[in-house]
C-alpha cells in the first residue's frame, strides 16, 4: 500500500506542478486578450471609466448601441452585457466598477426570470479568473457551489474551457472582424434578419423565486441608490406575444418599491409588427438596435 | 452524489482510507454504511425502496433455500419478483401505462381519467431491482447458496460504485468476494487508477462536450437540416458510449481499488461487425441479464425458428422498456431486436470474406445501423424521431456550428479516445508500451486534459434515468 501510495503523491506533486505551470501560462494570455467576450469581461470589471454603463445578457449586448447614445448624449458609453450571464454576473461587474468609480447613469437590461436554474449559476464560471484579485466577487462566486473555493486551488480549473477563447482573444484578426461587424465599445450588433412568423408563449404563471437570484438583483438596485446613480431598467422588445409574465411582474414591483424607472418594451408594436427588426425572437438585429436605442434615448437623457 | 462531482472526489478516497484501516472483518459493514450514505446524498427517503427491494429478495430467497416443494419455490420466486417489479412499476412506469391507455381510448372518444402519481423517479432504482431479482432467480435455480448474512446481502444490492448505473452484477460474482479477505493489491489499485481516469475523461472531455451539441439540435428538431442532424446522431453514438462507458470505468475502477472486481462492461462497441455483435460488446452486464433471465427462460435457441426470433424480438422489446418508460425506447429496443432477427435470418447465407476492407465496410455498416436506432433513443418523443429521420432525408442546408467549442475540444476528445479503443482492439504492442515515464505522462497528459478542456458544470450520467 506504501507503494501505491507514494505513486499517488508523486503524481499528484507532478500533476500540481503541471497545473501551477499551465494555469498561470493561461491566466498570462487570458489578461493579455485584446478582443472578445474574454477581454470585454476584464475591461467591464476592471478599466472602463464610462459615465454611462449598460448591463444586462446577450440581449443588452445586441440591443443598445453605444454610438448612438454617445453621439446623443455627448457621454462616453460601455455596453457591458454578457451572452448567457444574467443577474448574478450584472451584480458582480457593478460591484468591481464601483470599487473604482462612480458612473452618471446606469441602464439595466433585465432579461430574466427569478425562477431558478442551474445554468444561472454554472455562468459563475466566466468570473473564476477573477476570484483571486477581486474580493467584492467571492460571495457571488461561491454561489456556484460551496467547494468553488477549494477547486480555486487549481490554477487550470479558472480557465477551463477557455483555451480556444483566449487563443482567439490574442489573435489581432479578432480585433479587426470585431470591428467589420460593427462592434463598438461592447455593443456587438446581429446581422441576420428572422424569418418566422409570431408566436404567442405560455410563460408560468407563478413559481418558486430564487432567493439569490432576487437578492441580487435587489442588491443591484441598492448599489445604484446607495451611490446615488441614476438607474433605468428595461425589458427590451422581444418577437412573440404572451399574455402575463410572472418575473416582469416582480421586477415591475420591485421597481416601484424602490423608486426605479421600469420601461418595458415587450409589447411594443413598432417592434411586434416587424419581424425585420429582430435576429431571432429574443434578439433585434443591427436595424432593431438602432430604433430601440433612439426609442429609449429620451429616458437615458434625463 | 455523482461520480463527476466534487463530493464524490472527497467522499471515494475517505472510503478508501478508512476501509483499509479498519480491520477486515468490519469492512463490509463500513462498505453498506458508505453505500447507504452514497444513496441518500439524492434522496434520503428513497433508501427505504432500496432497504424494501433488498428485504424482499432476502426473505424469499431465504424461504427457497428452506423449502423443497417446487410449488411453494415457484410461488415464492414469483412473489418476489412481481413484489420487486410491482415497486418498479410504480415509480418508473405507471404514468406511462395510464397516458397510453388514455390516448387510446380517447382516440375512441372514451375519456377515462385515472388517478396520476407524480413521484421522482429514484436513481438506479431499475439497476438494483434487476440485480436483486437476478439473485432471486439464482437462489431458484441453485445456482447459487442463499446468502445468511442479511448485511452482506444488502451491501450486494447497494455496493456504492455500481449502485446508481451498474454493472448489473450477479450474486455468483460479487456476493462470495465480500466474504473474502481482502488485501491491498497494488496492482488492482493500480489497474484502478487508470480506469477512474480514462473513465473521467470519457465522460468529461468527451460526453458531456458532445451532448451540447446534441442537445442543441435534438431539442429545436425542427431548425435543423440534415447535416446537422447526421452530425448529431453521429455526436449521441459517441456521447451514450462514452458517457455509460466512462461511468463503467470509473465504477469498475473504484471497486478494484476497494479489492473487487466488477464484471466487464462495455468492449469498444463501435467495432462490432454486425449487430449480434454489437450487444456483446455493448452494456454487456444488462445484454447478459436479458440473455440469462429473460431469453433462455423463454426458450432461447432451442426452439423452433419462428420462436426463436419472436423471443429475439420480446427480449429486445422489454430491454428497451426497461431503459425508460417512453415508445421511442420500445421502439428502439423493436428495432435491435429486428436487426437481430434479420441478423440471424441471413445468416448462413453469409459470404465468409475477412480482410481489413471487408472488417471495415462491417463495422461501419454496423455503425450505421445502430446509429440509426440511437435516434428513438434520443429524441424527446417518437414524433421528433420521425421528424429527425424525415429532415435527414429531407432538408438540405449548410451544417450548424453552434458554439465552436463543442467542435474543437469534442473532436480532441474523440481522436484520443477512438485512436486508444483501436490500440485496445487491435492490440498492438508499442515498444514503449512499457516505458513508465510514457506511460505516466499518458495519465497525467489525460488528466490535465480534464482539467483545461473537460465540462464540469452540470452534466448527469445518461443512464442514471433508468
Not at chain 2, 91 to 101: A, C, E, I, V
Request: aromatic residues 20%.
Amino acid at each position: 500500500m506504501k507503494k501505491y501510495f507514494k505513486i499517488i503523491i508523486i503524481s499528484f506533486f507532478i500533476l500540481a506542478l503541471c497545473d501551477y505551470l499551465i494555469g498561470k501560462g493561461l491566466n498570462f494570455y487570458y489578461l493579455k486578450n485584446t478582443s472578445g467576450l474574454l477581454y470585454r469581461t476584464t475591461y467591464s470589471l476592471d478599466s472602463t471609466k464610462a459615465d454611462i454603463l449598460i448591463f444586462g445578457s446577450s440581449r443588452a449586448n445586441h440591443h443598445y448601441n453605444v454610438k448612438i447614445i454617445e453621439d446623443s448624449t455627448n457621454l462616453s458609453a460601455y455596453n457591458t452585457g454578457s451572452d448567457g450571464h444574467y443577474i448574478f454576473y450584472q451584480t458582480a461587474v457593478l460591484k468591481s466598477v464601483l470599487k473604482r468609480y462612480t458612473p452618471k447613469k446606469i441602464i439595466l437590461d433585465f432579461n430574466g426570470t427569478f425562477e431558478f436554474s442551474q445554468q444561472d449559476y454554472d455562468a459563475l464560471s466566466c468570473l473564476l479568473p477573477y476570484y483571486r484579485t477581486h474580493n467584492e466577487l467571492k460571495d457571488l462566486i461561491e454561489l456556484k457551489s460551496p467547494f468553488e473555493k477549494y477547486k480555486l486551488f487549481s490554477k487550470i480549473y479558472p480557465f477551463n474551457s477557455l483555451l480556444t477563447t483566449i487563443i482567439i482573444g490574442n489573435l489581432e484578426i479578432n480585433k479587426f472582424r470585431s470591428v467589420n461587424k460593427g462592434a463598438y465599445k461592447g455593443f456587438v450588433p446581429l446581422t441576420n434578419t428572422w424569418e418566422y412568423n409570431i408566436n404567442i408563449i405560455d410563460k408560468p404563471e407563478k413559481y418558486n423565486i430564487d432567493k439569490h437570484k432576487y437578492n441580487a438583483f435587489n442588491d443591484f438596485i441598492k448599489l445604484c441608490n446607495e451611490k446615488n446613480i441614476p438607474l433605468t431598467i428595461i425589458y427590451s422588445p422581444v418577437y412573440f406575444k404572451y399574455n402575463k409574465d410572472y418575473s416582469i411582474d416582480i421586477c415591475s414591483e420591485i421597481c416601484r418599491k424602490n423608486n426605479v424607472t421600469f420601461l418595458d418594451y415587450s409589447k411594443d408594436t413598432d417592434f411586434l409588427n416587424n419581424k425585420k427588426l429582430f435576429a431571432d425572437t429574443y434578439h433585434l438585429n443591427k436595424s432593431g438596435a438602432q430604433l430601440f436605442t433612439q426609442k429609449i434615448l429620451q429616458f437615458i437623457k434625463h | 452524489m455523482l461520480f463527476n462531482s466534487f463530493n464524490y472526489l472527497l467522499f471515494f478516497p475517505v472510503v478508501c482510507v478508512i476501509y483499509y484501516l479498519i480491520p477486515n472483518k468490519f469492512r463490509w459493514v463500513f462498505l453498506l454504511l458508505a453505500s447507504y450514505f452514497f444513496y441518500m446524498n439524492w434522496e434520503p427517503i428513497y433508501a427505504i425502496l432500496i432497504f424494501l427491494s433488498t428485504f424482499i429478495t432476502y426473505l424469499c430467497a431465504f424461504k427457497l433455500d428452506k423449502v423443497k416443494d417446487i410449488k411453494v419455490r415457484k410461488v415464492l420466486l414469483i412473489a418476489s419478483i412481481i413484489l420487486n417489479f410491482g415497486i418498479l412499476f410504480l415509480f418508473k412506469y405507471y404514468n406511462f401505462l395510464t397516458d397510453s391507455l388514455f390516448n387510446f381510448l380517447n382516440y375512441f372518444n372514451i375519456r377515462v381519467r385515472f388517478p396520476e402519481f407524480k413521484l421522482l423517479l429514484p436513481v438506479g432504482i431499475s439497476f438494483y431491482t434487476f440485480q436483486a431479482v437476478g439473485y432471486s432467480i439464482d437462489v431458484y435455480y441453485n445456482k447459487l447458496k442463499h446468502e445468511n448474512n442479511f448485511g452482506k446481502y444488502a451491501l450486494f444490492v447497494s455496493f456504492f460504485p455500481q449502485l446508481v448505473a451498474g454493472p448489473i452484477e450477479r450474486a455468483t460474482n460479487l456476493l462470495p468476494q465480500f466474504s473474502k479477505e481482502i488485501v491491498f493489491n497494488y496492482a488492482k489499485a493500480i489497474e484502478g487508477t487508470k480506469l477512474i481516469i480514462w473513465g473521467y475523461f470519457m465522460k468529461v472531455v468527451v460526453a458531456d462536450r458532445l451532448s451540447i451539441y446534441v442537445d442543441s439540435v435534438y431539442n429545436n428538431i425542427n431548425m435543423h437540416n440534415s447535416p446537422t442532424l447526421i452530425i448529431a446522431t453521429i455526436f449521441f453514438a459517441f456521447q451514450i458510449y462514452c458517457d455509460f462507458g466512462g461511468y463503467s470505468n470509473i465504477a469498475i475502477g473504484c471497486a478494484k481499488i476497494l479489492g473487487f472486481d466488477l464484471m466487464t462492461n462495455f468492449c469498444r462497441p463501435y467495432f462490432a461487425k454486425n449487430c449480434p455483435d454489437f450487444w456483446h460488446r455493448w452494456h454487456i452486464s444488462l445484454s447478459t441479464w436479458f440473455k440469462d433471465y429473460v431469453y433462455i427462460p423463454l426458450g432461447g435457441n432451442r426452439v423452433s425458428k419462428k420462436q426463436k426470433y419472436l423471443n429475439l424480438i420480446i427480449t429486445f422489446l422489454v430491454s428497451g422498456l426497461w431503459h425508460g418508460a417512453n415508445w421511442t425506447f420500445v421502439i428502439w429496443g423493436g428495432l435491435n431486436g429486428i436487426f437481430q432477427v434479420v441478423y440471424s435470418i441471413f445468416k448462413p447465407f453469409r459470404i465468409k470474406l475477412s480482410n481489413r476492407f471487408t472488417n471495415l465496410i462491417q463495422i461501419i455498416s454496423t455503425f450505421i445501423l445502430i446509429d440509426f436506432t440511437w435516434i428513438f433513443f434520443r429524441a424527446n418523443n417518437s414524433a421528433d424521431a420521425i421528424k429527425v429521420i424525415q429532415n435527414i432525408f429531407t432538408k438540405h442546408g449548410p451544417l450548424f456550428f453552434g458554439d465552436n467549442k463543442v467542435f474543437i475540444y469534442g473532436f480532441i476528445g474523440l481522436i484520443i479516445l477512438i485512436i486508444k479503443d483501436i490500440y485496445d482492439e487491435c492490440s498492438f504492442t508499442l515498444t514503449f508500451e512499457n516505458n513508465k515515464i510514457i506511460k505516466y505522462t499518458w495519465y497525467a497528459t489525460l488528466t490535465i486534459l480534464i482539467l483545461m478542456i473537460g465540462v464540469f458544470d452540470g452534466g448527469q450520467f445518461i443512464y442514471f434515468q433508468f
